[in-house]
């Protein structure tokens, strides 16, 4: 959305309602084998962990070791809900 300024840039701006439809439709076709919650939190842990690496690769942004502990536990949350039960 940052290169889009504010929607004010025609192709980012598109893209960033493309991309949307594309991570919506293909959350849509996985929640069709899996249970709604594990896999709406798995989404979410990995739209989490994207970001955050689109961030760093792209706009270069730094983040602070709680933050970055913070999205490790997202992750490693999101990870425990799709195991197998021991």
């Known amino acids: 959305m940052k290169f889009s300024a504010?929607?004010?840039?025609?192709?980012p701006s598109v893209?960033?309602?493309v991309l949307f439809l594309i991570?919506?439709?293909?959350?849509?076709?996985?929640?069709?084998a899996a249970h709604l919650g594990i896999t709406y939190a798995l989404v979410l842990g990995l739209e989490?962990?994207?970001?955050?690496?689109?961030?760093?690769?792209?706009?270069?942004?730094?983040y602070s070791i709680s933050a970055m502990v913070?999205?490790?536990l997202i992750a490693l949350g999101a990870?425990?809900?799709?195991a197998e039960p021991l």
Not at 6 to 11: D, I, L, P, R
Request: proline share 0%; net charge positive; aromatic share 20%.
């Open 6 to 11: 504010g929607f004010s840039q025609f192709v």
């Open 15 to 17: 893209l960033v309602y």
């Open 23 to 32: 991570g919506a439709s293909l959350q849509t076709y996985i929640t069709n």
């Open 48 to 62: 989490v962990v994207c970001t955050t690496l689109f961030s760093l690769l792209i706009f270069k942004e730094g």
């Open 70 to 72: 913070g999205i490790f």
């Open 79 to 82: 990870a425990f809900l799709r």
